[in-house]
């Protein structure tokens, strides 16, 4: 699959997405807490991204039945949202695409519950700063290989567990296009960076060093092999002359 380059008009209907998406977020942090249930959180997506006249992009694609992932715990990706109240020291990552006028854009995040665990605090920080030393490589003349690698070295520090199969990807009007982005990888190989480049970063590790993940039988749900807690960060960026540009923030 070719790798299509955005122009400056098309990054900023990205960009637009990208900006609801992140208050979508925001009123998710707001609201996440003991005694509310991830499918509270997906009404609320679903509620909030039609007041701004959005649509959630995974609702309906290959039949995923939700308008958000929500993954609690051993949990690491595409998790059913239920009725199962969330309680102190559960981790949940709440996964988000964002359609806004036939444009896209893709954030997850994990969310604490109250306290932590000292255990689950270290795989949710890890995990982030692997997403921040992943954007960080996303430059002109890098190589997508240098992503991988950066996030790589960032878990391996830490005797994190990579979920290899589960990766990052280019995104426009399409929720997966060219490049794919590994969490790992070898420096100055693989696809050049380009300006007009639009992908996300979404490292997505797990408590156990393996890294090693069981698919459940609804087709979708992927929780540890070992038990352990699962963490995903993600972000939707553009390669630009300046550097990277976040494209999942807040304006």
């Given at each position: 699959?070719k790798?299509?380059?955005k122009?400056?008009?098309?990054?900023?209907?990205i960009?637009e997405a990208?900006?609801i998406l992140?208050?979508?977020h925001?009123?998710?942090?707001?609201?996440?807490g003991?005694g509310i249930t991830?499918?509270e959180?997906?009404?609320?997506?679903?509620?909030?991204?039609?007041?701004?006249?959005?649509?959630?992009e995974q609702?309906?694609y290959h039949?995923?039945p939700?308008?958000t992932?929500?993954?609690?715990?051993?949990?690491v990706c595409?998790?059913?949202p239920g009725t199962?109240?969330?309680?102190?020291?559960?981790?949940?990552?709440?996964?988000?695409?964002v359609?806004?006028?036939?444009?896209?854009a893709?954030s997850g995040w994990?969310y604490r519950i109250?306290?932590?665990?000292?255990?689950?605090e270290?795989l949710l920080?890890?995990?982030?700063?692997a997403?921040l030393?992943?954007?960080?490589?996303?430059?002109?003349?890098?190589?997508?290989?240098d992503?991988?690698?950066?996030v790589?070295?960032?878990a391996?520090?830490?005797?994190i567990?990579i979920v290899?199969a589960?990766?990052?990807?280019g995104?426009?009007r399409?929720?997966?296009e060219a490049?794919d982005v590994p969490n790992?990888?070898?420096?100055?190989t693989?696809i050049?960076?380009q300006p007009?480049m639009?992908?996300?970063?979404?490292?997505?590790f797990?408590?156990?060093?393996?890294g090693?993940?069981l698919w459940?039988?609804?087709?979708w749900?992927i929780?540890?092999?070992?038990?352990?807690?699962?963490?995903?960060y993600?972000?939707t960026?553009?390669?630009?002359?300046d550097?990277p540009?976040?494209?999942?923030?807040?304006?």
């Amino acid at each position: 699959m070719k790798v299509r380059l955005k122009t400056k008009d098309e990054i900023a209907r990205i960009r637009e997405a990208g900006n609801i998406l992140a208050e979508c977020h925001q009123g998710i942090a707001s609201l996440i807490g003991p005694g509310i249930t991830t499918m509270e959180i997906d009404a609320f997506v679903e509620s909030f991204l039609a007041k701004r006249g959005a649509t959630p992009e995974q609702k309906g694609y290959h039949g995923f039945p939700y308008a958000t992932c929500a993954s609690v715990n051993d949990v690491v990706c595409h998790g059913f949202p239920g009725t199962r109240k969330l309680e102190a020291g559960d981790i949940v990552t709440i996964d988000i695409v964002v359609n806004k006028k036939g444009w896209l854009a893709d954030s997850g995040w994990s969310y604490r519950i109250g306290e932590v665990s000292e255990a689950a605090e270290n795989l949710l920080t890890v995990t982030e700063q692997a997403l921040l030393a992943g954007i960080a490589q996303a430059v002109p003349g890098h190589k997508i290989g240098d992503i991988g690698y950066a996030v790589q070295r960032v878990a391996k520090a830490s005797k994190i567990g990579i979920v290899k199969a589960l990766i990052g990807h280019g995104i426009g009007r399409v929720m997966h296009e060219a490049p794919d982005v590994p969490n790992f990888g070898r420096p100055h190989t693989g696809i050049t960076l380009q300006p007009g480049m639009v992908i996300t970063i979404e490292p997505i590790f797990t408590g156990g060093e393996t890294g090693a993940v069981l698919w459940e039988d609804d087709g979708w749900t992927i929780r540890t092999a070992d038990g352990s807690l699962g963490a995903h960060y993600e972000h939707t960026l553009a390669i630009t002359e300046d550097g990277p540009l976040v494209l999942s923030v807040v304006e």
